[in-house]
């Protein structure tokens, strides 16, 4: 069935320094991908999606490129703040005679002053 | 913006008492899930609904119950609560648009069974 896979966390970066969260997936059709946030104390928000390859979804600063050939949606950042310090969900949807939506494990990002 | 509320925020009760988390949502979505969320921050489908009066359980095992007699409120039942059920719980709703499936949560409840 379909999954999705991403690095373990948690991740500890200082201020400024550059983000990438890895995320593949493994789908029978043509999912749509996405990457949510859960800040401390708060239920999961979208920060971008892309729903076909190649697109490119951004948001924040955040940004993440849908790649079929190496089935990875990674996620990057040029430059972290302290206020990015949350979880991150890699998740796809797929719609196999209703839609599906499948998250990763979460990735913890601490970001340091 | 989504506009999706549950209530208790928190919640402390002793073994055996029958509780309800509730969850309503405004924006008129058809869909609404429950999902349980370890310490690990790993997000456990519990429920969801597809519309009033459809009700069907997830991929995780639980011994909750939910109902959906209205399009806007979800609400989740524990007849009989356990330590082992402390746990955050997270509703949210959603909307197909095109190819894409995007979900709106809660702030969650956070459960503590003593």
């Known amino acids: 069935g379909d999954s999705v896979t991403q690095m373990e966390g948690p991740v500890t970066l200082s201020e400024e320094a550059f983000l990438t969260i890895n995320c593949t997936y493994t789908?029978?059709?043509?999912?749509?991908l996405f990457w949510y946030v859960q800040y401390p104390g708060e239920g999961l928000q979208l920060l971008l999606k892309?729903?076909?390859?190649?697109d490119k979804g951004s948001n924040k600063g955040f940004e993440a490129t849908y790649r079929k050939e190496t089935t990875s949606f990674h996620l990057e950042k040029g430059s972290v703040q302290v206020s990015d310090s949350a979880v991150y969900f890699c998740?796809?949807?797929?719609?196999?005679?209703?839609?599906?939506?499948?998250f990763g494990a979460g990735t913890r990002l601490f970001v340091k002053a | 913006e989504a506009d999706i509320y549950q209530t208790p925020r928190y919640l402390v009760i002793g073994t055996g008492k029958k509780i309800t988390l509730e969850c309503s949502q405004t924006?008129?979505?058809?869909?609404m899930y429950w999902y349980q969320q370890d310490p690990g921050m790993e997000l456990h489908l519990i429920h969801y609904?597809?519309?009033?009066?459809?009700?069907e359980k997830g991929d995780l095992s639980s011994e909750s119950t939910v109902s959906r007699i209205r399009t806007e409120h979800f609400p989740l039942t524990l007849e009989s609560a356990r330590p082992s059920h402390t746990s955050q719980y997270l509703c949210?709703?959603?909307?197909?648009?095109?190819?894409?499936?995007?979900?709106?949560f809660g702030p969650g409840t956070r459960l503590l069974v003593l």
């Open positions: 949210a709703s959603s909307v197909d648009r095109g190819r894409a499936e995007t979900q709106y």
């Open positions: 789908a029978t059709g043509y999912p749509s």
């Open positions: 892309a729903t076909k390859a190649d």
């Open positions: 998740a796809l949807s797929e719609n196999t005679g209703g839609f599906k939506t499948i």
């Open positions: 924006m008129g979505h058809d869909k």
């Open positions: 609904s597809y519309g009033v009066n459809s009700t």
